[in-house]
């Protein structure tokens, strides 16, 4: 069975540029979480999705927005990048439920200059 | 609110030792989940375990274990005869509700030959 994917595993822009961010979940989960990882910061809560509904959103700015697509895959965008965008971004699904665990994908380094 | 400590920034043993990854928890909810993941060089997290409020039955898992102790809020991770594959990052994450993981600021394990 396939993981969670995720693409590119690699993306450079500079300031003020918008990133685009995709991600597959694993076949039959329907959430789909965002995370970032920066230097210093340690594992940020982003945003969740489920069913194509935006479910929870952390403590970010409204220029990082998404949204899931009816096949359940993702995309997360980042407008007006700023040089601490600079980051691992990971991405997750899990099966729809409260107890659900969380399986993550290999993640977008994103450099911003 | 709900947080996450994991006090060792890093550990380095040399292999075949036994290494414990501490982990201290803060929730007011009464149901949680308790989650390990594991983060090679690669970038992705891999999960490990999960572990709900109620079930306080530890666990093994060949090398693997865990201690799960409600009364104080602890939830430790040991490596018994460590080796070289173990060096990682180790993530404890706790959430409720399946939404959101709150993660510790992680542990830098270096197992040396």
């Known amino acids: 069975e396939a993981g969670v994917t995720q693409s590119p595993t690699h993306l450079i822009k500079t300031r003020g540029q918008q990133a685009t961010l995709r991600c597959s979940p694993i076949?039959?989960?329907?959430?789909v979480y965002w995370y970032q990882q920066a230097l210093g910061l340690g594992l940020q809560f982003l945003l969740w999705y489920d069913e194509g509904e935006e479910r929870n959103r952390g403590n970010f700015p409204p220029r990082f927005s998404g949204r899931q697509f009816p096949n359940y895959s993702s995309e997360l965008n980042v407008n007006a990048l700023e040089l601490e965008d600079s980051a691992l971004y990971l991405c997750?699904?899990?099966?729809?439920?409260?107890?659900?665990?969380?399986?993550f994908g290999p993640g977008t380094r994103l450099l911003v200059l | 609110a709900q947080k996450v400590t994991q006090a060792q920034t890093e550990i380095s043993v040399v292999e075949k030792e036994d290494v414990t990854l501490d982990c201290v928890y803060e929730t007011r909810d009464t149901t949680y989940y308790l989650f390990w993941y594991k983060q090679p060089p690669s970038g992705e997290l891999v999960f490990l375990i999960r572990?709900?409020?109620?079930?306080?039955q530890n666990e093994i898992s060949g090398r693997y274990s865990w201690n799960f102790q409600k009364s104080t809020s602890s939830f430790n991770f040991t490596i018994t005869a460590s080796q070289v594959v173990d060096s990682a990052v180790y993530f404890c994450?706790?959430?409720?509700?399946?939404?959101?993981?709150?993660f510790g600021e992680g542990t830098q394990l270096t197992v040396n030959p």
């Open positions: 994450a706790l959430s409720f509700s399946g939404s959101r993981l709150t």
């Open positions: 572990r709900n409020s109620f079930d306080e």
């Open positions: 997750a699904s899990s099966l729809v439920g409260l107890a659900e665990t969380q399986y």
């Open positions: 076949s039959g989960h329907t959430s």
